[in-house]
């Protein structure tokens, strides 16, 4: 499976976008882009995913390089309630999710 | 609330004992994966079943076992318990139509002493 990789941890204050980068120099041509997140305490949460063009839902944006080796995941204004840890996943569609460590999310009041 | 039920919610065993965790979805979805995740890891996919049938597996041994019934409710059974097997286990329904989504279960949280 193609690898990810992405910070350990991440700080950003409330109210205040946040920008979350995730490598894929691997990336294969049928690998969607798929970004997770987990609360405390909570199960994985779909938050959004793109194959080539960037993405926008309710819950954040995502924007994809032109070569498909990095993406970015925006939280347009982040809350306390952002804090979590988020996941970049590769996956061609439906098949099984390979997560890594994620990056910590901690945003300040 | 994510519709995708897992009981109970905690459990304590004893080495060498067996558990069967339990799923359930209100999705109907014919589609479950099942996750460990041990403390401070991102989740590790265990298995998959699809119509009953498991077909796909990680690296786990054969004492990680399941079961999907025809209203697609699943059970994972561990036999042989050991201390390393304290971790939360995951389960998912997908949805093989866009946006491709895995929606988890809040887990069981297993505690091997």
């Known amino acids: 499976d193609a690898k990810t990789t992405q910070p350990n941890s991440m700080e950003s204050n409330e109210e205040e976008p946040v920008h979350l980068p995730c490598n894929h120099s691997t990336i294969s041509g049928t690998d969607y882009i798929h970004w997770y997140r987990q609360l405390p305490s909570q199960g994985p949460e779909y938050v959004i995913h793109?194959?080539?063009s960037n993405v926008n839902n309710r819950m954040a944006s995502l924007a994809i390089a032109e070569d498909r080796k990095s993406s970015t995941l925006i939280l347009h204004r982040a809350t306390l309630r952002d804090a979590a840890v988020y996941y970049c996943i590769l996956a061609y569609a439906g098949n099984m999710l390979t997560f890594g460590g994620g990056t910590r999310l901690m945003v300040k009041p | 609330e994510t519709g995708v039920t897992q009981s109970p919610t905690h459990l304590i065993k004893t080495r060498g004992q067996q558990v069967t965790l339990r799923c359930s979805s209100q999705s109907g979805h014919n589609t479950v994966s099942w996750y460990q995740q041990a403390l401070g890891q991102g989740p590790q996919f265990i298995f998959q079943?699809?119509?009953?049938?498991?077909?796909g597996r990680g690296n786990f041994p054969p004492r990680f076992s399941g079961l999907q019934f025809p209203n697609y409710s699943s059970e994972l059974n561990v036999n042989a318990l050991e201390l390393d097997d304290s971790a939360l286990y995951l389960c998912a329904t997908v949805d093989w139509t866009e946006p491709y989504g895995y929606t988890f279960g809040s887990g069981t949280r297993l505690t091997v002493v």
């Open positions: 079943y699809y119509r009953e049938e498991e077909n």
């Open positions: 793109g194959l080539t």
